[in-house]
């Protein structure tokens, strides 16, 4: 009777989940929608378009953190990416946040 309970755990090799993920993504390109000097701003907008729906991630965050003073250099500071097909929209939503703007 105890084996009649007995449920059987299927485990999936690491390997093939991932890529299962990178085969859903495939189609998915990631572009840069802007770069911000520091980290709280980069999280601000970035929760910001999340809660519009967009996702996104961010960038360089650690070396930012670390090395702030590298910021202003080519590929320095927080870069928020964004899914290609997103880009008009995220793009929208910040100038309109920035600018003041209400909908």
């Known amino acids: 009777m105890i084996n009649a309970f007995r449920k059987t755990i299927y485990v999936i090799p690491p390997?093939?989940?991932?890529?299962q993920l990178f085969a859903r993504m495939d189609d998915k390109k990631t572009i840069r929608l802007m770069t911000c000097n520091t980290v709280p701003e980069a999280h601000m907008i970035k929760g910001?378009?999340?809660?519009?729906?967009?996702?996104?991630?961010?960038?360089n965050e650690e070396a930012t953190n670390m090395l702030p003073m590298f910021n202003n250099?080519?590929?320095?500071?927080?870069?928020?990416?964004?899914?290609?097909?997103?880009?008009?929209?995220?793009?929208?939503?910040?100038?309109?946040?920035?600018?003041?703007?209400?909908d």
Request: hydrophobic residues 40%; glycine residues 10%; proline residues 0%.
């Open 15 to 19: 390997f093939k989940i991932m890529n």
């Open 48 to 59: 910001r378009l999340e809660n519009e729906g967009i996702d996104c991630f961010l960038k």
């Open 73 to 102: 250099m080519a590929g320095g500071g927080v870069q928020i990416m964004v899914f290609e097909k997103d880009f008009e929209r995220a793009e929208e939503i910040v100038n309109n946040d920035l600018s003041g703007e209400e």
